[in-house]
């Protein structure tokens, strides 16, 4: 049973601090992963995702991946009020017709 | 560029009654499609999935079914509503090996 698990939340933080999102995995065949973020009553929009073993850095958001721990991570620098949302964690294999696993989310609150 | 539309928007509907949900995708030719359901407080659950006209894949036996009669149309319907099928509909469609998937705005489904 593949499994996504996001650390149980919810995650406040003050206004320009940093962000810490993790999210862990059970199943080593995993080959991609993704970082979504869901505003209340909205869908979920795909801000990162990533593949190889490192970090991947997209304006203050940075994705980062270790597959001997199982583990993926999302940083958020300079949080803003703006990135109050849900973020969800997945998890795919490489390949057509592969699905994603998802995580239940955690919710994040940037207070100003 | 593409883009992912699911119509209606909102919805309210007695128990017993039929539905039909409908996504369509522009810009990308043969995707995969998949519905999911996120009830309130929730994550997200994969309902069915299509990797091309007339191939629906399921994954919850319930009193929902898919259909796609065009390579980027995908109905989801139901003969009788269940209380339990509340909940936000949400459609996606994947467009490279990695399979990172893109979200529709969504149908939010309450049933009386």
């Known amino acids: 049973q593949k499994e996504v698990e996001q650390n149980s939340g919810p995650l406040s933080v003050p206004e320009g601090a940093i962000a810490s999102l993790n999210c862990t995995y059970s199943d080593r065949g995993s080959q991609s992963f993704f970082w979504y973020r869901q505003y209340s009553g909205k869908s979920p929009e795909l801000i990162m995702f990533?593949?190889?073993?490192g970090d991947k850095e997209d304006g203050r958001f940075t994705a980062q991946l270790n597959k001997a721990s199982q583990y993926v991570s999302l940083l958020i620098r300079d949080s803003q009020p703006s990135d109050s949302a849900t973020y969800l964690c997945?998890?795919?294999?490489?390949?057509?017709?592969?699905?994603?696993?998802f995580g239940k989310g955690i919710t994040l609150s940037v207070r100003p | 560029s593409q883009t992912i539309h699911q119509w209606p928007a909102t919805l309210v509907q007695p128990v017993g009654s039929p539905l039909s949900l409908e996504c369509t995708v522009e810009g990308t030719s043969n995707p995969n499609l998949y519905w999911y359901r996120q009830a309130a407080g929730r994550g997200l659950q994969l309902l069915f999935y299509?990797?091309?006209?007339?191939?629906i894949s399921s994954e919850v036996p319930q009193n929902l079914s898919a259909s796609r009669p065009q390579d980027r149309q995908f109905i989801l319907s139901s003969k009788k509503l269940l209380l339990s099928d509340s909940g936000f509909y949400l459609c996606?469609?994947?467009?490279?090996?990695?399979?990172?998937?893109?979200f529709g705005p969504g149908t939010r489904l309450t049933v009386l």
């Open positions: 997945a998890s795919s294999y490489t390949g057509a017709n592969s699905k994603l696993t």
């Open positions: 990533i593949y190889s073993n």
């Open positions: 996606a469609y994947t467009r490279s090996a990695y399979n990172e998937q893109f």
């Open positions: 299509s990797v091309g006209i007339g191939q």
